[in-house]
Each structure stands twice: as C-alpha cells, then as structure tokens.
C-alpha cells in the first residue's frame, strides 16, 4: 500500500499516516505504530522504524501489512444461534453458561472458541493475530445478542460505535423488588432520577471492589461513569415485590446493571454476587418466591441490540426472545396474581 503525505502534516510519522491512510484499510495509529517498529513502513527503499520520526508533505510511503498471525486459540465445533452474518459481522444469540473469550480456567468451550471453528479464515487482523474482533461482552450467565467483527473495517467501525455509545443495547431483567416514583427512599438517593414515562436514571462512577477483585462496586470518586437506565414493564404482587425491567446502557462497564440494581436495592434474581441474601417475599408472591429464590443465575437477557453496519452504513435492529428460564419465572410469577 502507498500513502502520500498530505498538506500540514503531524509533527510523528504514526499521526500523520493515521490523518492519511485511506479510512477502507482499517489501519488504527496504534497499529500503524506497531507496523512502523516491525519495519513495515518505507520511505525511498528506507525503513522507517521510529513512530515519532518526521515527515514533509509529498512523502510517498510504503506499508506492507503482513497476513495476520495465526490465533493461538483453538478452533472448536460449537453450535451458533446465529441471528445474523455477513463477510463483516456476525450477531450471535449467546445462552447462558458460555463465557465470551478464553480466559485462565476456562480455555475452552467459549463464545471465540465457536466462532474460531464456524468462520474459519474470515476473521478480523486488528493487532496482528486473526481472530474473531470481540467489541462488546456479556456475563457468562447472562444470555442474549452480542455483535462480533470478521473484518477489519467492522471491527473499528463497530469499536467506534460502542466507544461513542451509539449502538443501542437493551436488556430485560427480573429483579427483587419493584421501582416506584412514589418511593422516597429512591428520591434521596444520589444516584437515582427519574424521566418521562416512568424511566429510571442510574449514574454512578464504578471501579473495582476494593476488597474482591472479581466484582464491581459503586465509587464515590475514581472509577468510571457508568449510566443505566430502567423501565418496569411488569410487576408482581400486592404490594409489587418483583418486577420485568427494560433496561438500556448509556454507558458499558463490567456488571454495570447488576451492580446499579443492586445499589439502588433491586438486586436481579438469582444473582450470586450482587443479590445478597435477597429473599422473595411468599405474602406477596405466593409459590412464585420459591422460583424467584431458586433462580440458577443472573435473571438478565441481552434482548435487543442495534447498531449501524459500519461498512453499509445500514441500520441494523436485532431482537433475541427471553430463554425458557426466564419465561418459566415470569409465567410464575404472572400466576402468583
């Protein structure tokens, strides 16, 4: 590939060819940094191998991109509920269970593992390493739709999406508990505001525990700005005890809904980190407390997601039905009157 230095250039070499690279060779600064240290960016026959090096405008560039490196993830046949494919993406329904990428205790058997043995060859290069282009995550209990790039172009197009906050990802939960307007518990709380038509507005800052590495938690300073917001669709029991929510990220950090449903004391069913000893109360939901108690994981579905093709430049909308799980609990707890 040849480049040719525009008017006005950057004063580094990686931010000018970030300026000038044409936008369809999906080439981020940080890895035309890296091509430039490995030797693969010329000028007249010359390596150039500093990133901060100078250049002039008319320069004419020379970037030769290696294949992709192979994976050193194992391609394994796993079914897909596949909701949708192209030569750029694919959305994928993920069951719960089936963690998103190989981590130290579970190596295999993940959500990359699969798609490693269902796309083959047509995986994105981003880094240097073909491999499926993961841009979002869900919990490993938490079932529904993620979107996952198969080339490079998808996979800063889908990246920039989901760092500006513009894909649409919507959830549907069970929680304890039911949010009410009314409750002043809720008006004194920081953290919580309401919109029109009955829209729960969650913000905090949320970094790790400080004492358990493995959760989140609500952080009066540092941490990261997290936004959720929440709208009872059902509720359940006389007083409501339970209740269906649509939720929608503004914002996508680590456990973000738990932990704000958690904190504001609307803990998801069957949460095993962030629902305490949360028990469901039988006055209120009859035999429907012992199925929300009994509840195997997070009640949490990824059940809507949009997002605009970024090589089309469609918009793409994608709806995943709850899992029998959680329709078995919501038929229990419509029964419970």
């Known amino acids: ?117 269902h796309c083959v060859e047509t995986l994105s290069g981003v880094g240097g390493s073909a491999r499926p282009g993961i841009v979002h995550r869900i919990d490993k209990d938490t079932s529904g739709l993620l979107v996952v790039a198969k080339s490079d172009a998808a996979h800063h197009g889908l990246a920039a999406q989901f760092e500006a906050h513009t894909a649409d990802r919507r959830y549907l939960a069970i929680c304890h508990g039911a949010p009410d307007p009314a409750d002043p518990r809720l008006g004194g709380m920081s953290a919580a505001a309401w919109e029109d038509g009955g829209i729960l507005r969650i913000e905090t800052r949320l970094g790790r525990h400080p004492k358990d590495r493995q959760r989140q938690a609500v952080q009066q300073s540092g941490g990261r700005r997290a936004v959720t917001r929440a709208r009872a669709r059902e509720t359940f029991g006389t007083p409501p005890a339970a209740a269906l929510l649509e939720c929608r990220l503004e914002t996508g950090r680590t456990h973000q809904i738990r932990v704000h449903l958690s904190h504001l004391g609307f803990p998801l069913a069957g949460d095993p980190v962030y629902g305490g000893r949360r028990r469901a109360p039988q006055k209120s939901l009859g ?45 229990a707890l419509r029964a419970s009157g």
């Open 287 to 331: 035999a429907a407390a012992e199925a929300m108690d009994r509840f195997e994981r997070q009640a949490l579905h990824a059940a809507t997601l949009a997002f605009v093709h970024p090589v089309s430049e469609e918009r793409l909308s994608f709806e995943a039905p709850l899992p029998e799980d959680m329709t078995a609990l919501l038929e």
């Open 1 to 117: 590939m040849w480049v040719t230095i525009g008017a006005e250039p950057p004063r580094r070499l990686d931010k000018a060819l970030s300026r000038d690279v044409p936008e369809s060779a999906a080439l981020s600064r940080s890895r035309l940094a890296r091509l430039i240290e490995d030797g693969h960016v010329s000028l007249g026959g010359a390596p150039l191998t500093d990133p901060r090096a100078r250049v002039a405008e008319g320069d004419r560039l020379r970037i030769d991109v290696p294949p992709p490196a192979p994976t050193h993830m194992t391609a394994e046949d796993i079914p897909l509920d596949i909701a949708f494919e192209d030569a750029h993406l694919i959305v994928v329904n993920k069951p719960a269970g089936m963690v998103v990428h190989p981590a130290p205790g579970t190596p295999s058997g993940t959500l990359v593992n699969a798609l490693l043995g």
